[in-house]
């Protein structure tokens, strides 16, 4: 009786899971400010510096978009629609276009580089440098994600509403203004989305195409992980896509002993200069 009461007060939730309650308001707080400012600074100077101090937090939400397209945030279909503007407008990704790209195609098949949706190694057998693959990946990423989903028209559907919406709403804001517009969006969802292309090479580039447990990169930083929510245990990831995020350290702990020691690395600047534990 008990476990009845339970699972229906977890169907009522807003939430699938409570630990999202936090990043959430954080990331709405984040879009808020980003509309007060676009809506009330007219001095350039200040839009300018806003829009630089927001990049590096659009690039870290970045992370939050992609664990939200794995296993979204809300029970509520309108509310999972509803953050992916916010998302789409803050990281240039909009709706179900990593759940094609990504969740549909790179996960399938990441350990075949001649299949990989988000292949690091060329055509020619070498391994892509950083920019090379960033910007081929970014500039397919939209296309590919069009093309699978015609064996899903439901997901499609979604993909294509969302993506107009989001054009429309640039489209206003451009219309409205143009300057504040093109620094406090266009410019940051552009970069962002760079950047998410960028990371999963990191993840991946040079690992091994066989083995499941050496197949990506791990990163065991405190700060890292909390800022974007336990990437860095992307082996776990990798095998348990379906997992929340906040139960990745748990899994992880299961399976860290055969993981290579060289798929364990630093994060990189900026983030190594925050502490590590």
């Not at 969740?103 to 055509?123: C, F, I, V």
């Not at 920019?131 to 028209?153: I, N, Q, W």
């Not at 509403?161 to 620094?183: D, E, Q, R, S």
Request: contains cysteine; aromatic residues 12%; charged residues 15%.
């Amino acid at each position: 009786m008990t476990s009845r009461l339970s699972s229906t007060r977890k169907g009522k939730s807003l939430f699938r899971y409570e630990a999202d309650r936090l990043p959430v308001a954080i990331f709405v707080a984040f879009f808020v400010a980003d509309l007060v400012v676009f809506a009330t600074v007219s001095a350039w100077p200040l839009v300018i510096a806003w829009s630089f101090l927001s990049v590096g937090p659009k690039m870290l939400i970045c992370s939050w978009n992609h664990h939200h397209q794995h296993v979204p945030f809300f029970n509520s279909g309108l509310c999972n629609r509803l953050m992916e503007v916010i998302f789409g407008l803050q990281t240039g990704a909009t709706s179900n276009v990593w759940v094609l790209h990504h969740n549909m195609g790179h996960h399938d098949n990441y350990l075949d580089q001649t299949k990989d949706e988000s292949a690091w190694r060329a055509p020619d057998g070498r391994v892509m440098p950083a920019h090379e693959y960033t910007f081929k990946l970014a500039l397919s990423g939209y296309s590919c994600a069009f093309r699978k989903s015609e064996d899903h028209p439901e997901i499609r559907r979604v993909l294509v509403v969302m993506a107009a919406l989001h054009i429309a709403l640039l489209a206003g804001l451009l219309a409205i203004n143009a300057f504040n517009a093109l620094m406090i969006f266009v410019i940051p969802m552009v970069l962002s989305y760079l950047m998410t292309c960028r990371h999963t090479y990191d993840h991946h580039a040079g690992c091994s195409e066989e083995n499941e447990y050496a197949a990506s990169n791990n990163i065991m930083h405190r700060w890292y992980n909390i800022l974007t929510g336990n990437l860095g245990y992307h082996t776990a990831h990798h095998l348990r896509p379906g997992l929340h995020w906040s139960k990745l350290p748990a899994f992880h702990a299961t399976i860290a002993d055969r993981i290579p020691a060289e798929n364990f690395r630093a994060p990189g600047l900026p983030m190594d200069l925050l502490p590590a534990r």
